[in-house]
């Protein structure tokens, strides 16, 4: 199937969402039992973290941690907003710098000024968007980024999902003092297929949409260990505690250029694999056997790969063995742990 298929579904009583590009499954979000990132809470500060420059706070989820903060002490409170998936046994990661986003807008309370993506390159577009920008926000101190989904989309949708932002920030920000409480939930799957595919799409919301388009044999491949990489070679995406391990193996191809195809092929799509698996943290590759000189090459795929990702991803070097190492934000729970 040609073109871009959203499917919005359910497994069991959890939401679920999936995007398919020409028959592809490009990205998938799942509900959890988990705070969902973009929670916003009122926390109570209770010790500082010493050496780490940090803050343990209390939620109504159970306690979190903060980074970057100075100058403050037990009791007080502090309005924060979850940036990802805790580690078994650790705290929730949140970050004092709140957000509020949508489809259209970003508000950012502290942040003044108006900026629009720098996707959007046509001038004419840029001061259509900052006029309307204008007329919905008032001069103070939140700020607004337009985000590049805003090129050719209705004017009156823009305006209207900025007002819906600034008005939500306004109400949250004011309510800073009292007891731990949320404030506000991170968004589900469905609303968050709304807010992050924004391309033109075809959407299949009826129930039964994951089976009707493979997308429940898809989960059940990612299940497995190896991702065939066509022909012989393949590549093993193995999590561990510490990290997750992805060997490049070029199976029974014994060409001078084996390797190098391999490698190649495996960068350009774990992403893509990382992505729907939901893993992050530290990942360390093993590419296949190829000279030195080709490392630049992977390299540039390798890079070119993880700036069509959606997940921040930053490429860290080679080790002296020869190692590709990756740090990428935990923003989804892994598969193993959601189809449980």
């Not at 871009?4 to 039992?33: K, N, Q, S, W």
């Not at 926390?43 to 050496?51: L, Q, S, T």
């Not at 001069?139 to 607004?144: A, N, P, R, S, V």
């Not at 990942?283 to 390798?302: H, Y």
Request: hydrophobic share 40%.
């Amino acid at each position: 199937m040609k073109g871009r298929l959203i499917a919005l579904d359910h497994i069991g009583d959890r939401e679920a969402a999936a995007l398919m590009v020409d028959g592809v499954v490009e990205d998938l979000f799942f509900d959890t039992d988990q705070p969902a990132p973009g929670t916003i809470y009122r926390a109570i500060v209770e010790r500082p973290m010493k050496g780490q420059g940090g803050m343990f706070l209390r939620t109504p989820d159970g306690s979190a941690f903060v980074r970057q903060v100075k100058g403050l002490s037990p009791g007080q409170t502090l309005l924060v907003q979850v940036t990802g998936y805790a580690e078994p046994g650790k705290a929730i990661p949140v970050t004092h710098k709140v957000l509020f986003k949508s489809r259209y807008a970003i508000v950012t309370p502290d942040a003044p000024g108006i900026n629009v993506s720098r996707r959007i390159k046509d001038e004419d577009a840029r001061e259509e968007l900052l006029a309307v920008a204008h007329d919905i926000m008032d001069e103070g101190d939140f700020g607004l980024i337009l985000r590049s989904s805003c090129e050719g989309a209705d004017a009156g949708e823009i305006s209207d999902d900025i007002a819906a932002m600034a008005d939500l920030a306004a109400k949250v920000m004011a309510d800073a003092t009292g007891d731990a409480e949320t404030l506000t939930l991170g968004d589900g799957p469905h609303l968050l297929a709304w807010r992050e595919w924004t391309d033109k799409a075809e959407i299949d919301s009826t129930d039964g949409s994951f089976d009707r388009h493979g997308i429940l044999d898809v989960l059940d491949g990612l299940k497995a260990r190896d991702v065939p990489l066509g022909g012989p070679a393949s590549m093993a995406i193995e999590p561990t505690r510490a990290l997750v391990a992805v060997d490049v193996n070029t199976g029974g191809d014994t060409s001078p250029a084996a390797g190098l195809k391999a490698n190649l092929a495996a960068v350009k799509d774990l992403p893509r694999q990382l992505r729907l698996r939901g893993l992050g943290g530290q990942i360390v590759i093993d590419p296949a056997p190829t000279a030195k000189k080709d490392r630049r090459q992977i390299e540039s795929a390798l890079r070119a790969a993880l700036k069509r990702d959606s997940v921040e991803t930053v490429f860290v070097g080679w080790t002296p063995l020869g190692h590709i190492e990756l740090q990428r934000k935990r923003d989804r729970l892994s598969l193993s742990e959601v189809l449980i």
